[in-house]
């Protein structure tokens, strides 16, 4: 703890060149001459945010493209990163659960999220009830791996369990497992840890659109007799369209990029690697940049049409409205 | 990534409940339909969603041997309370002991700049985007919306490399293993998405506020801070919350960025290094991880409402 006031003291010199900085931007844009001051104010205004989209993000990627054509001493090898991708075993591996991991998060947790939200919909104590299933929207992947660790944590079969899952194995006279070694089936577990996080976002949002279905067409529909589950599936969910299909494209671009979860949890061991942990490892642990550019311009490639959608969507729900 | 608001409600209404407001007979018929079988199911996904960290937070209260003796749901049968797991994480100085109050401090030192900055820089750009004229300015400003397409894995390598050459003479200006190269990260990733979020707002402050004040012969940058920015609190609230979280959370700039020393490591770093080196103490581990969440989680509960709002807004990034 000797080096807080040290910590302390260059975060508070780092703030302060900040705000001289920001600072010599405003007097320079206040002062100068009249006929060039909107110009000034502008090109001050921007420079800053300018600059550094254009050294720390398109420069970057166009670099990352350039890469993904490199072998690991830098000369350009064309295409035999995405050959190595797409025939090596364990690459194959690692795109499979990729796919794995974009089909069933945002499926499963859309469908909880909704039947979730449906449910708690106007019933007593709804507030709380959603702060329990969004809470995990709040913290770390890292806290949350640490939590399902905890969770899947296997001892022999002759001693007592710690791990709930393992414990619930015995209960019902099984024998327990070890969840995160044995592949294949732990992909699904360290799936399952996504969904946990992502319901709650997937609740929110669709909770939020239901909300905004008209009372009096739900009520007509209760006057002509609609059982709830009718209701459900000719008011709530044309009505919902869109605030579902956001839900399941934002999951997909969020479950493309997951790192963190794979990371903590078994490092991608066990033929659990999924192509951003990968990128990682290749591109910082490996010594292969080459083909963690190569990772990463997949994982851009796979993203795009996505967010592509995603932006489409919401520009004619925008429209409608 | 997505970016315009995603439900008509955005802004105007919380997720709260608002049966206050409903004629009597919307709320009949929704009581009706909400039957007691889907109450029942909704509690009981509730409680497989809440299990998972009750059972950790109630762990991290419990001696070692009781721990590694038996699961936390006998909690009740062998009741012993102690806080010797949180002391041991956080301020033992024993060789053994994962040091993790200095992980804290690093995360607060991260993550107050890599908020503070992005908002102002961002601030800045979106005023300009919302209230000035000139050629180009529409398809600079889609051109930055379209750069929250660019997955953060395609700028890490060429960005570190950039950091690490970056000197004067033997001087170097981001030395590997200090807090800059985590800021600028975090602040160029923050960017695209604040400028955009931001902007929506800034645009929508009524253009007379700023011809009165233009009048009166105030200069943009005393518009910016005496107009703008005051007007603008709320979204600047959502969006720093966002980016608070965001920052405190994340894993993936830390590890390329921090030079994995302790004397800059966020603590999620330090704790995803404990699940891997020694997975099986658990007494340090559920401490430790409580220890990590317990800034979002007040962060959360204290700021639910603006939280959601900027999730409703669009608010995702990375």
């Given at each position: 703890m000797e080096d807080l006031g040290e910590k302390f003291l260059q975060v508070v010199i780092a703030m302060a060149i900040f705000a001289a900085v920001i600072g010599i931007i405003m007097l320079l844009v206040d002062r100068a001459p009249k006929s060039f001051r909107d110009k000034a104010t502008i090109i001050g205004f921007l420079a800053p945010a300018a600059i550094l989209l254009i050294i720390g993000m398109v420069w970057p990627a166009l670099q990352t493209t350039f890469l993904a054509f490199t072998d690991r001493d830098g000369n350009i090898n064309g295409i035999d990163n995405f050959i190595w991708m797409f025939t090596e075993p364990t690459a194959l591996v690692t795109l499979r659960n990729t796919v794995l991991w974009v089909i069933l998060v945002p499926t499963i947790s859309t469908i909880i999220g909704l039947v979730y939200a449906v449910f708690i919909?106007?019933?007593?104590g709804e507030r709380v009830l959603k702060a329990l299933v969004f809470m995990p929207m709040a913290i770390s992947m890292v806290g949350a791996g640490i939590i399902w660790n905890f969770m899947y944590a296997y001892r022999g079969a002759e001693q007592e369990q710690i791990g709930l899952v393992n414990q619930i194995l015995v209960w019902f006279g099984s024998e327990p497992r070890q969840f995160l070694l044995e592949a294949p089936g732990n992909t699904f577990f360290l799936i399952a840890v996504m969904v946990w996080i992502q319901v709650g976002f997937a609740m929110v949002i669709l909770s939020a659109a239901i909300k905004g279905i008209p009372a009096d067409i739900v009520e007509a529909s209760r006057l002509d007799g609609a059982t709830a589950w009718q209701q459900f599936w000719s008011i709530t969910i044309p009505s919902i369209r869109g605030a579902l299909v956001v839900v399941v494209t934002t999951i997909t671009i969020i479950t493309l990029k997951v790192f963190d979860i794979v990371r903590t949890m078994t490092a991608g061991n066990y033929d659990t690697s999924v192509i951003a942990n990968e990128m990682y490892t290749q591109a910082?642990?490996?010594?292969e940049p080459g083909r963690g550019a190569a990772l990463a311009l997949i994982l851009f490639l796979m993203v795009l049409p996505v967010v592509i959608y995603n932006a489409r969507v919401l520009k004619k729900q925008k429209e409608i409205r | 990534m997505t970016s315009t608001p995603a439900v008509p409600a955005m802004g105007t209404k919380d997720t709260g409940e608002d049966t206050a407001i409903q004629p009597p007979i919307a709320k009949r018929v929704k009581q009706k339909l909400t039957s007691r079988g889907a109450t029942i199911a909704a509690v009981i996904i509730a409680v497989v969603w809440t299990v998972p960290t009750a059972g950790l937070f109630i762990s991290s209260f419990r001696p070692e041997e009781n721990i590694n003796q038996n699961g936390w749901w006998n909690v009740l049968a062998n009741f012993e309370f102690t806080l010797d797991n949180y002391s041991d994480v956080l301020v033992?100085?024993?060789?053994?002991?994962?040091?993790?109050g200095q992980y804290f401090i690093n995360s607060l030192a991260i993550v107050i700049p890599a908020t503070l900055i992005p908002l102002v820089i961002a601030s800045m750009a979106a005023y300009i985007f919302a209230w000035s004229r000139f050629r180009g300015k529409d398809t600079l400003f889609v051109f930055i919306f379209a750069l929250q397409i660019i997955p953060l894995q395609m700028a890490l390598i060429p960005l570190l490399t950039l950091f690490v050459n970056l000197k004067i003479g033997e001087f170097e200006l981001l030395p590997s293993g200090s807090y800059a190269q985590l800021w600028i990260a975090h602040t160029i990733f923050a960017l695209p998405l604040a400028i955009f979020l931001l902007h929506n707002f800034i645009a929508e402050i009524p253009g007379e506020v700023i011809e009165a004040a233009r009048v009166d012969g105030a200069g943009h940058a005393t518009i910016f801070w005496r107009i703008i920015i005051p007007l603008s609190v709320p979204a600047l609230a959502s969006y720093a919350i966002f980016q608070f979280l965001w920052v405190w959370n994340d894993l993936l700039v830390a590890l390329v960025f921090s030079g994995g020393t302790g004397d800059v490591a966020p603590i999620t770093q330090r704790l995803a290094e404990l699940t891997g080196t020694r997975g099986g103490e658990w007494h340090r581990l559920t401490a430790g991880a409580f220890v990590s969440m317990i800034v979002p989680l007040l962060v959360f509960f204290g700021l639910q409402r603006y939280f959601v709002r900027g999730l409703l807004a669009g608010g995702l990034k990375g």
């Open positions: 919909d106007k019933a007593h910082f642990r490996a010594n | 033992s100085g024993g060789s053994q002991s994962p040091n993790l």
